[in-house]
């Protein structure tokens, strides 16, 4: 099978697309044929670990992982022997903990994060779950809920346009600071205020929020701090300078102030099965920025690289004329 390989560290140069052994599931496991992945801020993470740290998991001098990729939606095609859930022919979607979806076959357990998905939703449509993870990891945390009010500073990622529609359905009122391009964009996904950053320095509005949500890493507390109420609290989805948000977060757990949490993400399981709920309620919806074919994924890597992107950017391992599900029509330009 086809599959996008780094054994070195490095840009995404390092990237070969290379044939390699095809996986064969364990019992208990099926095996997928992937039809549409993403590469996401993770994926990129783990091409060029930084801080320094992260490579006493990942791999010290070389990668233990060298086919990346999380998100995958595609169809069972082998189960294996125990498995009563899934079926071939079954058109699925999850989150790989293993990483290894940005391939032509990936092998996951029945009782992973994988779930049948609903009907109308294309493949391409369906590979959201890592950005979701990650923001409804710290709406959890934040204990968001109805009628609070929620700032959401980076809306137009894959990790904020997830958190603006979560945090809509969990009934709170969102105001989403992006840039002038994407205003219109937070708004249709559920956002009750959009301010655009580039004309406004959003943390002298004269307001006040329970929650601040920092989905880009590129804020801080302390720049924040005045937009908390009293009770407010503050979470973020990167380290920050220095580490500061970890540290922050463990002083506010010490002092009993909670004012800053960083949230570890929750279930993969939990959040697969959530998640094709608010699919199938309308909740919740892909905003694919880009699409790429499996032999441009490391234009996709460089593409992800420029920290512009808005939502997703998709990697369709099968072409576009066969990359449906249901009766839905396939996207009109699989690279954008």
């Not at 890592?130 to 934040?142: D, F, I, P, T, V």
């Not at 948000?245 to 004012?259: C, E, K, P, Y």
Request: with cysteine.
């Amino acid at each position: 099978m086809k599959a996008a390989v780094n054994t070195r560290y490095g840009s995404p140069d390092v990237l070969q697309i290379r044939d390699v052994p095809k996986p064969e599931p364990n019992a208990g496991e099926v095996l997928i044929r992937v039809y549409s992945t993403t590469v996401g801020r993770t994926d990129f993470g783990m091409l060029r670990p930084e801080p320094f740290f992260i490579r006493l998991f990942a791999g010290l001098l070389r990668p233990k992982r060298t086919i990346l990729g999380m998100d995958f939606a595609g169809k069972v095609e082998v189960v294996a022997p125990g498995v009563t859930l899934f079926k071939p022919g079954d058109c699925v979607f999850g989150m790989s903990p293993t990483y290894g979806a940005h391939a032509e076959y990936l092998c996951m357990s029945e009782n992973g994060p994988i779930a049948t998905m609903p009907g109308d939703t294309r493949f391409d449509e369906a590979v959201i779950c890592e950005g979701a993870w990650y923001a409804n990891s710290c709406l959890r945390k934040l204990n968001l809920a109805p009628n609070q009010k929620i700032l959401i500073y980076g809306a137009s990622g894959a990790i904020g346009t997830a958190a603006v529609q979560l945090a809509k359905f969990y009934g709170a009122e969102v105001t989403a600071v992006v840039q002038t391009r994407h205003l219109d964009l937070v708004k249709s996904l559920g956002a009750h205020r959009a301010i655009d950053y580039t004309a406004e320095d959003f943390t002298q509005i004269d307001e006040t929020f329970d929650c601040v949500l920092d989905a880009v890493g590129k804020t801080t507390f302390f720049r924040c701090r005045r937009l908390l109420s009293s009770s407010g609290t503050f979470a973020a989805t990167d380290l920050g300078p220095w580490g500061q948000n970890a540290f922050l977060a463990i002083w506010s757990r010490v002092t009993g102030r909670n004012r800053v949490v960083f949230p570890l993400p929750g279930s993969a399981k939990a959040l697969i099965d959530f998640l094709k709920l608010r699919m199938e309620a309308g909740e919740i919806r892909a905003v694919i920025d880009r699409k790429y074919p499996l032999d441009a994924v490391a234009d996709a890597y460089s593409y992800v690289e420029t920290e512009q992107k808005t939502g997703i950017v998709v990697v369709n391992v099968i072409a576009s004329d066969e990359n449906t599900a249901g009766n839905i029509d396939p996207p009109d330009n699989p690279h954008n």
